[in-house]
């Protein structure tokens, strides 16, 4: 029986992310990447980010800040779904490959709080997806086992990961085509 439904945070609920933005300097691309993982295991803060950032693209840092929070969309509609029709059946968790001091840029305290039962971030746990452990830790986070959570994410190969711990994962592409295949697993996991 599914209990727990888990959602990546970038490309999920909020649409695009820096990859969008950095994608705008093609001959850095490598640097900036190595960069987002360090990033994502927790080996960087924001600032350091920031100012890592700024010397690889020759930008300031507050063009950097813009530019970034530009690409960066709440899927409004999605996190409508979440709290009208699955939270009051399910717990919500939100895992992410998020460096340290970023997420409270996408989501402030209280939306954190109403939205989710669990935030599990990368740089906090030390392991990205799509590492099986970390979905493991979401699992514990939200207080059932692999077996009962469904993850949402954008990439394949964290639904991969997903699946090696034991979870159902969804690749989302659009908002209806999760909402469809969403309802389809629920119905088809009910005990």
Known sequence: MIKAIIFDCFGV???????AYFSQFPNVAEELHDLNVRADHGFLDKERYLQEAATITNMRMEDIVRGIAIENTLNKLLVEYIKTQLRPNYKIGM?????RGWINDFFDEHQLHDLFDAVVLSNEEGIIKPNPLVFEHAAEHLEVVPEECIMIDDRQENCQGAKQAGMKAIEFKTNEQLMRELEQLLTENKD
């Open 95 to 99: 895992l992410s490959n998020i460096g």
């Open 13 to 19: 609920l909020h649409l695009d992310s820096n990859t």
